[in-house]
């Protein structure tokens, strides 16, 4: 058993999703020392990624009203400021209708969402990312790892040739950890094979930069792996 793991925080949801839905941010265990939180007394930020295979596009509609449209699999968009309350979420085949997730959402001032669909539209699941929002230093910069391909074992982050993150369970994210802002190598790894990388990233100073691993492992689908980036400053 590998030590010093990092607390995760997974969710995983099927054609309809449980009428409240509110995940608790664990600290990691392997955190830099506490950063400020930044100042969002009333706001909350919610972005979205469709990696939910075989769908081509979907839309995410918030209280029936469309939010993200003609989103492409593996593509994310900038996050949006939301007001903190109670939504309901429908993620829909885009221009058809059909439906492949209904939720429900407290959306909490002061942290951070990005909604995931994975999996494939036989089998939707939902993993949704919710993070404290941070003031990240000037000359830094925060990584949240999130594992969106549902038949992936627990993946480990390699960062300039050293462990960042061991262990990320499929469908699951890694609380946001401090890096150096600027250029690393980054390879994912299972059970100490490579399974992704190594590939250059870019740290943007004073941003969080979520990574999420999209596809399947399984080379009999057309779905390969594919690292997705997000980028935020914050609220």
Do not use: C, W
């Not at 989103?71 to 109670?86: D, I």
């Not at 209708?97 to 939720?103: A, C, K, R, S, V």
């Not at 490579?194 to 057309?222: A, E, M, R």
């Amino acid at each position: 058993m590998k030590l010093n793991r990092s607390l995760m925080l997974s969710l995983t949801a099927a054609l309809t999703l449980p009428a409240s839905l509110s995940a608790q941010a664990e600290s990691s265990t392997q955190a830099a020392p506490p950063i400020a939180m930044a100042n969002a007394a009333t706001h909350t930020s919610f972005g979205y990624l469709n990696a939910l295979m075989g769908s081509s596009k979907t839309d995410l509609y918030m209280d029936g009203k469309a939010i993200f449209r003609n989103m492409k699999e593996g593509k994310a968009k900038k996050p949006k400021k939301m007001g903190s309350e109670g939504y309901s979420i429908q993620v829909n085949a885009a221009k058809i209708g059909l439906n492949y997730i209904d939720m429900t959402l407290n959306l909490i001032a002061g942290r951070e969402y990005m909604l995931i669909p994975t999996g494939d539209v036989s089998a939707p699941q939902a993993l949704l990312i919710d993070v404290p929002s941070l003031v990240v230093p000037k000359f830094a910069s925060h990584i949240v790892f999130a594992v969106a391909a549902p038949d992936a074992a627990p993946v480990d982050v390699i960062l300039d040739g050293q462990p960042f993150e061991v262990d990320v369970p499929a469908v699951a994210f890694s609380q946001p950890r401090a890096t150096a802002a600027g250029k690393h190598i980054l390879e994912l790894q299972i059970d100490g094979v490579p399974i992704y990388g190594p590939k250059k990233v870019n740290l943007k100073k004073g941003q969080t930069t979520t990574l999420i691993l999209t596809g399947t492992l399984s080379p009999d689908d057309n779905e390969p792996l594919r690292l997705e980036s997000v980028a935020s400053k914050g609220l």
